[in-house]
């Protein structure tokens, strides 16, 4: 990584000439200063919460299993990446199988590839129809410009459509005007080698704007053998904002940004005689770029429409597997009041997504180029029953997508509140998980075992395949007995059919070898059950415990199939996770955060349960500068959190140390 | 065997929907760019700041604390010398944590800074300017009264039964939003004056009359 080191010194440099902050401070506190805005500013700041109804509402009154990570907890939880901010939220399952690659779901079905979550940037979908995923690498949301990120467990699809089908991850960045001012950070640790974030925010006539660059640099973990695991990575990544308020009914927001980086790893190959399988080095480069602009349009109280355009590229290329994205797509949202009681929320979408990927001697695409496009519409009517009391949501998305055709997705919610301090919820829903270009045009070979003929096992994807289908029940319950306690718990029963598993199929000869066949058929079912509970305690000022535990177990039907699947939904989530935190403010200048986490073991490929303790420590001297010392992984030094995936092995996380130093001006 | 290798560089789109989709590169440019200049245009009247959101009302709260002291018009006898704090006491277990602190960092009323305390019970209270007294903490307020009877002593409650019962000042929220309100005769008992500023955007109370009061 021949950039670090000018990069690095160009933060460093960057930071040295910051001007020393005055005695009363000129600029914006490191945080959005709500102190800066006049009473009458304040009284119109929402409590809200925007991705379970899709506009905003109160969090507590909310009838879905939601929980909201603050920039502030963010912050404290000392994580320097999404992924690892997500350990903080009940019910999300986050394992990390080597230094740029993590496992992340919610409600089961866990992996590399896990494809039954939607991963949104401020509503805009960054799931990849590759593998119906995330790349986790190149989601680098500055955590500063983070305002909050929602998290919903269970199917979302009626509002955001196919594959919001275990839980919705909604990471919403900060308004330009809450970002103004410069801000500098620079990371440095044992693992995070370098991390440095640079940010200016200024104001127009009629708005705001910000530009940020940031660049990363992350050292390699050990492999399972105690050798290097070939998994260093960095990221230069640069993005802006702007968000203008046209007139006094339209605001217009444009934002993007750009990446670029080199992350590597290593690949189980499998290649002919005489070598037939070895574990080979596979450097990837990574770039991307996209441009989003909303504009927003209130007609009156309750009543507004709003319209996003948007664009992305993004490249990955390695030895084994090249792919040039490009999607495009608008996104139409209106919300209109029908009477005092009742809102009424519709809109429509089309994206599409051209792909060029590239064969290798393991790998072939049915198409090298493919384009796919998919048209959805939406409704959703929430109606008060009776006021302060019952809430009824119904809603419903109907999707067209070329290759798995038409969808519906209806979606029934109660929501009942006996009194300011109780909240209960049902729900009934179902969503879809549209095959991914994988599964349906991907031939891949993962094991070649010497004979005559040479027995060729490869994955065979299918066009024939249809969408999985989940319909789940739910049902919630909130309670503060005091103002000092709060519950929330959720039970769920989800019902999986027509999942895609690759099952053998008849052998072959194919010139000298024998193909063994695995393809990608719609064949077991599977139910999965859980419980959910989080619950906080405040018992003295300052001073905040928080406790959550997540239990879940899933049972596959195989109806016939004879394979365990690579997917394997039984046997790579932790049965039980727990997690208890502890924040506390010691004064105005100290402040810490203690985390410590038991995960279940895993039962394919037998990982041990494991304990994880972090711990942060923030020392503000003033308002502008802050200084962190994080520990983290304490306890589970050299343990591994996942098993290997298909093509990759996975490597060992290190209990790792870092400094950070931030500063406002 | 599959295809053997051929990793030949980035290939553009030439097939028809890769040309849609060209299009649809053009529509987004040209959307994002008409309203970079349409906004030039409409932009001459000032509008109102955007819509600011956040999910911790106790955020709120302790900026409005903040603001309600400004808007106070503190006799300079009641502050003492020229760099004499501004005492802003939390009664009781305070829910806002070190937000008010953050809240009053740096921040100064003309020459006086301002300093945040806490008086955990009745027995712990002391001098102070502003008492702000959260909602579990409501059913002391008569004895918190009558202990600051005939003292320059705003205190903010947190309901309008608070502003009703003895507080000045009541910040509470309704449908996610702050409110405020203030109950004048309390206002004028303890000798403090608001700016007509705030009075304008509060809701105004009155004392709720006492059974024996008749």
């Known amino acids: ?665 | 065997m599959l295809a053997p290798a051929h990793l030949t560089g980035p290939r553009w789109p030439t097939s028809r929907p890769a040309q849609a989709l060209a299009w649809a590169f053009v529509c987004v440019a040209l959307l994002c760019g008409s309203a970079m200049l349409g906004a030039s245009a409409a932009a001459a009247d000032t509008p109102p700041a955007p819509v600011l959101i956040t999910t911790d009302p106790r955020e709120v709260t302790s900026a409005a604390i903040y603001k309600t002291a400004t808007y106070v018009k503190w006799p300079e006898s009641i502050l003492g010398s020229k760099d004499a704090p501004l005492r802003i006491a939390v009664f009781g277990v305070d829910p806002l944590g070190g937000r008010l602190d953050d809240a009053l960092r740096s921040k100064k009323l003309g020459t006086h800074p301002f300093r945040a305390l806490r008086f955990p019970g009745l027995e712990d209270l002391e001098e102070c300017q502003i008492l702000f007294v959260p909602v579990a903490e409501e059913e002391q307020m008569p004895k918190l009264v009558e202990h600051y009877a005939g003292k320059p002593v705003l205190i903010v409650g947190e309901s309008i039964a608070a502003a009703e019962n003895g507080a000045g000042v009541a910040l509470y929220f309704e449908n996610s939003k702050l409110h405020v309100a203030v109950n004048p005769e309390v206002l004028r008992a303890v000798r403090l004056e608001l700016s007509s500023e705030l009075i304008k955007l509060a809701r105004v109370v009155q004392t709720r009359k006492k059974v024996d009061d008749r």
């Open chain 1, 1 to 665: 990584m021949s950039i670090s080191a000018p990069i690095g010194a160009l933060f460093c440099a960057a930071l040295l000439q910051a001007p020393l902050p005055a005695q009363d401070p000129p600029g914006d506190p490191p945080q959005r200063d709500l102190t800066e805005l006049s009473l009458e500013e304040l009284m119109n700041v929402e409590v809200v919460v925007t991705s379970a109804a899709r506009h905003e509402t109160s969090l507590w009154k909310t009838p879905a299993a939601i929980f909201v990570l603050s920039a502030d907890e963010i912050r404290r939880s000392g994580a320097t990446s999404i992924p690892e901010a997500l350990r903080g939220v009940p019910g999300v399952s986050v394992a990390r199988l080597d230094s740029n690659r993590w496992a992340v779901s919610i409600r089961g079905f866990n992996g590399q590839f896990a494809n039954s979550l939607l991963v949104l940037v401020d509503g805009k979908s960054v799931y990849t129809p590759l593998f119906s995923g995330t790349w986790w690498d190149t989601l680098d949301v500055p955590l500063d410009d983070i305002e909050r990120i929602e998290v919903i467990r269970g199917p979302g699809a009626a509002l955001w459509g196919a594959n919001a089908v275990n839980g919705i991850i909604n990471i919403i960045t900060k308004p330009a005007a809450s970002t103004q001012g410069e801000r500098a950070s620079v990371t440095i640790g044992t693992y995070d080698r370098f991390l440095g974030y640079l940010r200016h925010g200024g104001e127009l006539e009629d708005g705001h704007w910000r530009a940020w660059m940031s660049y990363s640099n992350h050292g390699p973990l050990d492999d399972a053998a105690g050798g290097d695991g070939s998994d260093e990575w960095d990221l230069f990544h640069a993005g802006f904002r702007v968000d203008r308020s046209l007139t006094e009914h339209d605001d217009w927001t444009l934002w993007g940004d750009a990446y670029n980086g080199f992350v590597d790893g290593k690949v189980d190959v499998a290649v002919p005689a005489p070598q037939y399988s070895f574990v080979g080095a596979a450097p990837t480069d990574v770039w991307g770029a996209n441009l989003q602009s909303r504009w927003t349009h209130r007609f009156g109280e309750r009543d507004e429409a709003s319209i996003l355009g948007y664009l992305d590229h993004q490249s990955r290329r390695l030895l084994v597997f090249g792919e040039e994205r490009t999607s495009a797509g608008f996104d139409y949202q209106r919300r209109q009041p029908l009477s005092d009681r009742q809102d009424f929320t519709y809109g429509a979408a089309l994206r599409g997504s051209y792909s060029a990927t590239e064969d290798s001697f393991q790998i072939a695409w049915r198409d090298d180029r493919r384009f796919d496009s998919v048209f959805s519409a939406f409704a959703q009517d929430e109606i008060v029953l009776e006021p302060e009391r019952w809430k009824l949501v119904a809603g419903a998305k109907l999707e067209h997508d070329d290759y798995a055709g038409w969808n519906l997705q209806p979606d029934l919610r109660v929501l009942y509140t006996p009194s300011e301090r109780q909240t209960w919820w049902a729900s009934v829903s179902r969503a879809v998980r549209t095959p991914s270009q994988a599964e349906q045009d991907l031939r891949a070979v993962f094991a070649i075992v010497p004979g005559a003929p040479d027995e060729v096992y490869e994955y065979i994807g299918d066009r024939n395949v249809e969408p999985e289908t989940l319909d789940a029940l739910q049902l919630g319950y909130r309670v503060r007995p005091s103002e000092h306690v709060s519950f929330d718990a959720t039970v769920y029963l989800h019902h999986y059919s027509d999942l895609i598993f690759y099952e053998p199929g008849t052998p072959f000869v194919s010139g000298t070898d024998l193909i063994v066949p695995l393809t990608a058929t719609n064949m077991p079912s599977a139910n999965a059950y859980g419980f959910e509970l989080a619950t906080e305690w405040t018992p003295a000022e300052e001073t905040r415990l928080s406790l959550a535990w997540t239990a879940q177990k899933t049972q596959v039907d195989p109806r016939g199939s004879v394979a365990p699947d690579v997917r394997d939904p039984e046997g790579k989530t932790p049965q039980n996770q727990v997690r208890l935190s502890l924040q506390r403010d010691f004064d105005e200048h100290f402040s810490t955060q203690c985390a410590l986490s038991w995960t279940d073991r895993l039962t394919t490929d037998s990982v041990p349960a494991y304990w994880r303790a972090d711990v942060s420590l923030d020392y503000r001297p003033d308002a502008q500068r802050t200084f962190s010392l994080g520990l983290q992984n304490l306890f589970h030094d050299d343990g591994m959190e996942f098993g290997p995936s298909t093509f990759n092995p996975s490597n060992r996380v290190d209990t790792a140390l870092y400094l950070r130093a931030s500063w406002s001006f």
